[in-house]
């Protein structure tokens, strides 16, 4: 394991503590821990990358977009498992760096909306993540994420609020959509694993385990 990763989550960790209380993780038991994985979140906050990190007890991989490794960033961003990906026209090149990740035991976080919520609210899942989902052939884990954009939302400023991660057990999908090399069957996996996103609640899953 990665030492500055470590004191980065340490850090983290620390400043969730600080800043809003610990960050509560809702089936813990659950988690994927080793092995190539899809772990696919919803995004409402800068605070959602750090908040899924935290919540495991090993690395997570990240996207970035390629234009933000410039200067320090470039430095901080590998070091801390980032790797840039072209968000806008998401190339051939960015696709395949995702799968190698993926099939050499990584696990990579996704957001199946591709960008942050503008208010909070779920939104639909692009097709993009329905095909890395049929190419790469890993569990894909479903993670919900409570109290971010409260905390920090887009546009807004910083205000403290408790930060909740619910883990989802792997879904499984339509074997047919997962062979499929259509648009419409990428569009069904994404929309599939959106729909498990949306089915997770603090009600449902209980208190921190």
């Not at 979140?41 to 933000?68: G, M, Q």
């Not at 408790?162 to 996996?189: A, C």
Request: charged share 25%.
């Amino acid at each position: 394991m990665k030492t500055f990763y470590w004191l980065i989550i340490q850090l983290a960790r620390a400043f969730f503590t600080a800043y809003s209380g610990a960050i509560e993780v809702h089936n813990r038991s659950k988690r994927l821990q080793e092995g190539g994985a899809i772990i696919a979140a919803n995004h409402a906050s800068f605070l959602d990358p750090p908040a899924v990190a935290c919540a495991y007890d090993t690395e997570i991989w990240f996207l970035a977009r390629k234009t933000l490794f410039k200067g320090f960033a470039s430095w901080f961003f590998p070091r801390v498992n980032a790797f840039p990906i072209d968000r806008e026209h998401a190339d051939i090149q960015s696709m395949k760096g995702i799968l190698r990740k993926l099939k050499s035991g990584k696990r990579v976080l996704m957001f199946p909306e591709g960008t942050r919520s503008e208010n909070g609210q779920l939104g639909e899942a692009k097709a993009g993540i329905g095909m890395l989902v049929a190419k790469s052939g890993v569990p894909v884990q479903p993670v919900r994420i409570f109290g971010a954009y409260e905390s920090w939302p887009k546009g807004g400023k910083h205000n403290p609020h408790p930060i909740r991660v619910v883990i989802g057990d792997p879904v499984d999908f339509d074997p047919e959509d997962l062979r499929s090399k259509s648009r419409e069957s990428y569009q069904r996996i994404a929309d599939q694993l959106m729909a498990s996103i949306k089915a997770l609640s603090l009600d449902v899953d209980g208190g921190p385990q």
